[in-house]
């Protein structure tokens, strides 16, 4: 669970917990859809696991793991910056955080960690950024995603080396760690149409966010409504048939002079 002995026993020294750490860089994500994916993912993470609060979700965040690693982004030549997306389980989710530093959080480092690409972080996301959540922080899955050629690769930590995760007929891959599907889907997000990583459910059923929850919550209210509508429609058109139905029976009788039975 992302959990690694031997970055913890060179990280903290007793000094660095009294680092003044930054919590951003100044430098913006890549693009307008960087954010949103990010916003996407962790809000429908969020309610994927609503009823859960032994996890923390980010993005975009600093990630402090060692002394020279919190020195460089202190004296700005950074090392490592943080990732797009990632999830820490087994820790307290309310617990309000800027940045993860590892030696705060008993040594925990990320469980699941996706990366969006472009142009100018694609290499790094393949290589460099590869190399360091397989070797220093044991990171149980990696994922990364473009979003130009909606190549989605995963890859899960075998024996301290990352093997890659075979996709199904779809081409989504499984995360153990997420307990979901992550897939491409083409729909609409922020009033933008394009095709975003998602998350999808055992059964495969596309998570939704807490907005598209409630719009779908909404949706099938008012589609209760209307249905109730149409029964009670039905009903009373029946109703208005069998009066005239009977009406008629009526008249048929007395024109035929036959006697009606005083209730009838």
Same mark, same amino acid.
């Given at each position: ?18 680092? +003044? ?11 307008? !859809? &960087? ?17 859960? @609060? ?48 590892? =030696? ?10 996706? +990366?969006?690409? @472009? ?14 959540? #397989? ?20 890859? #899960?930590? *075998?024996? $301290? /080396? ?7 007929? @779809?081409?989504?891959? =499984? ?5 979901? =599907?992550? $897939?491409? =889907? ?5 009033? /933008?149409?394009?095709? !975003? ?7 495969? /059923?596309? *998570? ?12 099938? #209210? ?28 009526? @008249?048929?009788?007395?024109? &035929? ?8």
């Amino acid at each position: 669970m992302g959990y690694n002995t031997d970055a913890m026993m060179e990280a903290p020294s007793p000094a660095l917990p009294k680092l +003044e750490l930054p919590t951003e860089d100044g430098i913006p994500m890549e693009n307008a !859809w &960087h954010r949103m994916q990010m916003d996407l993912l962790i809000e429908s993470l969020l309610y994927h696991w609503r009823e859960r @609060s032994d996890f923390f979700v980010g993005g975009n965040m600093f990630i402090y793991y060692s002394f020279e690693q919190a020195q460089s982004v202190i004296e700005g030549r950074p090392l490592y910056r943080g990732p797009d997306f990632f999830v820490v389980k087994g820790v307290d989710g309310t617990k309000p955080r800027d940045c993860w530093i590892v =030696w705060e959080e008993a040594g925990r480092y990320p469980d699941v960690i996706i +990366e969006f690409l @472009s142009p100018t972080t694609a290499d790094q996301d393949r290589y460099v950024k590869k190399s360091l959540y #397989e070797q220093v922080f044991g990171t149980e899955e990696y994922f990364w995603y473009d979003p130009l050629t909606q190549e989605l690769m995963g890859f #899960e930590l *075998v024996d $301290g /080396r990352y093997q890659p995760k075979q996709a199904n007929p @779809s081409g989504w891959l =499984w995360s153990k760690v997420l307990e979901a =599907w992550l $897939g491409v =889907w083409e729909g609409e997000y922020q009033r /933008r149409r394009m095709a !975003w990583l998602r998350l999808y459910d055992r059964e495969g /059923r596309l *998570v939704p966010t807490p907005a598209e929850a409630a719009q779908q919550q909404a949706e099938a #209210e008012r589609l209760r409504a209307e249905t109730e509508r149409l029964r009670a429609e039905t009903e009373r058109l029946r109703a208005e048939r069998a009066e005239a139905e009977l009406e008629r029976l009526k @008249s048929l009788l007395q024109a &035929h002079g036959i006697e009606q039975e005083p209730n009838a």
